[in-house]
């Protein structure tokens, strides 16, 4: 915690001066965040925006800008991931610069009205993040700590775009030629407790299956929320193993997808049926989110909450919406302007 502090005592002073850092000049706007391990501030290059990540060059207690700058480069000009834009150190701190994008899903969740997103926005964010994930896989990596603090959504004409961010706790599963690491006999219990796996509670090596359950932890907590996770229980990591190793019998299973369309349930099958050594079928999770919707009647064409309601517009940098937007609202959709929404 110690070196968060140097960090923000080094540079908080800067505060609309500029800072020199190899070939490019920042101005330091503001903070934005801080965390155990590193701290991120608001910069701009010639009137553009970005984000900058720093931690301490001594001392800090978990190294973590290697793992985004890794993982940034790795995926340059993919969709979904924040472009890198510069990395490198000084004496006193190391830094990686990315492309600025929106609040994150929590965040926005916290404006929404009654802390809930729609249906048409849940069924699009788990088809948007599930991509994520397929595509941080088909790099190499794996992720480890899905939930919603780390997707968040593009700023202004980007705000139809889910990004995923915070590589802090990736870990690289295959090698250059695509053969992947012989699985440890055990692994660090990593992750957020609510939404980490099963084989992660329980101290074992992770696989990308790993992340996809986590990641149907996620959409469920959106969707109804989890059993394990609510105000009145307190959360530890036996307790939540515990309920996920229940969650593959049938009572613990009708508790976990209470209130939820029955495809869930099928979709939690697929995942846990995957061995460690198989690729998750990203394609037939998707077309099965999308088959549920469907039934449901749920509508993805819609935008998402964020795009339509005034509060969360106003987070994502959107201005009010025009009258023939807000008639659009009332009416519906036209259905000339609608789109084709494709499975992975």
């Not at 934005?32 to 720093?54: H, N, Q, R, W």
């Not at 000009?77 to 472009?83: A, E, H, I, L, V």
């Not at 359950?213 to 515990?242: C, D, F, Q, T």
């Not at 050594?277 to 469907?294: L, N, T």
């Amino acid at each position: 915690m110690g070196e968060k502090c140097e960090i923000n005592d080094l540079l908080v002073p800067l505060k609309d001066k500029r800072l020199r850092l190899g070939s490019h000049e920042y101005k330091m706007v503001e903070p934005i965040a801080t965390g155990p391990f590193s701290s991120v501030f608001l910069v701009e290059e010639d009137g553009i925006p970005y984000a900058m990540k720093v931690e301490a060059q001594v001392g800090c207690l978990r190294p973590v800008l290697k793992l985004d700058r890794a993982v940034l480069s790795a995926l340059d000009n993919q969709t979904g991931f924040p472009s890198l834009i510069d990395a490198g150190r000084t004496d006193h701190f190391k830094y990686v610069v990315m492309q600025l994008v929106g609040p994150d899903l929590s965040s926005l969740l916290e404006f929404a009205p009654q802390n809930r997103f729609s249906q048409s926005t849940i069924y699009k964010i788990a088809l948007q993040t599930l991509e994520r994930l397929r595509i941080l896989h088909d790099a190499g990596w794996l992720n480890r700590d899905v939930k919603a603090q780390n997707f968040a959504v593009g700023f202004g004409e980007e705000s139809s775009i889910v990004y995923m961010l915070d590589f802090g706790l990736t870990r690289r599963y295959l090698e250059p030629n695509g053969r992947r690491h012989l699985l440890r006999p055990w692994g660090p219990s990593v992750g957020t407790f609510p939404y980490a796996p099963l084989n992660s509670l329980g101290f074992l090596d992770q696989t990308p299956a790993d992340d996809v359950e986590g990641w149907l932890y996620m959409i469920i907590h959106l969707l109804n929320g989890l059993p394990w996770h609510n105000s009145k229980r307190s959360l530890s990591l036996a307790k939540v193993r515990e309920w996920k190793m229940y969650c593959r019998r049938a009572g613990g299973r009708a508790q976990l997808f209470k209130d939820v369309p029955e495809g869930w349930s099928e979709i939690f099958d697929m995942i846990v049926k995957t061995a460690h050594h198989e690729r998750p079928d990203y394609h037939k999770i998707a077309c099965k989110v999308i088959s549920i919707a469907q039934k449901e009647n749920i509508d993805l064409t819609e935008q998402f909450d964020w795009q339509t309601n005034p509060v969360l517009r106003s987070l994502v940098r959107l201005g009010p919406l025009s009258c023939d937007e807000l008639t659009m609202q009332t009416c519906g959709t036209p259905r000339a302007t609608r789109m084709i929404l494709s499975p992975i």
